[in-house]
Every structure is written in C-alpha cells, then in structure tokens.
C-alpha cells in the first residue's frame, strides 16, 4: 500500500544528495576557481574524491545520528504509516529547501535543513 512512497522517496533521496553536492561543491569552487589558483577541472576532481570519501567513510555516522539522536523512533510503535508519511515530507520539505535556496545563492546548511524537517514532523506527531 505504500510501496509508492517508499518509490519516490527514492527519487527524493537522490534530489537531496544533489542538492547537498550542489551546495557544498560550490562552496569549495568558489574561491580557488575564481582566484585562477586551480583549474574547474582540478576542483572538480578534488571534490569528488573529497565527496566520495567523506560520504563512503564518514556517511554511516551522519546516518545513525539521524535516525537514532534526533528523536526516540520508538515513539512510533504501531504508527509505521504516521512515521513513514512524516520521514517523507521531512525529506521532501528539506530537499525542496537546498535546491531553492542553492539556486537564489542563498546561505543553507543542508544538515540543519534535514534535522530542522525531522524535528518539525516529530513537533506536529506527537
């Protein structure tokens, strides 16, 4: 029954990863691409190996602060649907978020946004 959600909350994940790179990426860019002390192709291949390390050895930590310290999941016991529909609007809401203040180069902590987003589901649940 809500086989849909967890299939387009797919796609937000994905929305959100790029989001996150977008905005942290360019952070990075700026200053050395614009001072011409390296080329975008340098930065480019530094990010993405800076990128891939950090998400590859770092990730799991960020992903069990998330899910286990923001909140007591259990909580939720018996509301499967209420705790998925709410992960999923807190993912939406903050991917939307990144992406529009990313493009309007607007100043946005991605982390903020997605624990900002948990904490309001949990607020308006319970």
Do not use: H
């Amino acid at each position: 029954m809500l086989l849909w959600m967890v299939i387009v909350s797919g796609f937000f994940c994905c929305a959100m990863a790029w989001g996150i790179g977008a905005n942290d990426v360019a952070n990075f860019f700026g200053a050395p691409v614009g001072s011409k002390s390296i080329t975008l192709k340098r930065a480019m291949i530094i990010a993405f190996i800076g990128e891939f390390i950090g998400g590859f050895f770092l990730g799991s930590t960020v992903t069990n602060t998330i899910r286990k310290k923001i909140t007591d999941f259990g909580y939720y016991d018996g509301e499967a649907e209420t705790l998925l529909l709410g992960m999923f609007s807190a993912l939406l809401a903050a991917a939307m978020w990144v992406y529009l203040a990313t493009k309007y180069s607007l100043p946005v902590s991605t982390t903020q946004s997605i624990v900002g987003a948990i904490i309001g589901f949990v607020l308006v649940s319970k």
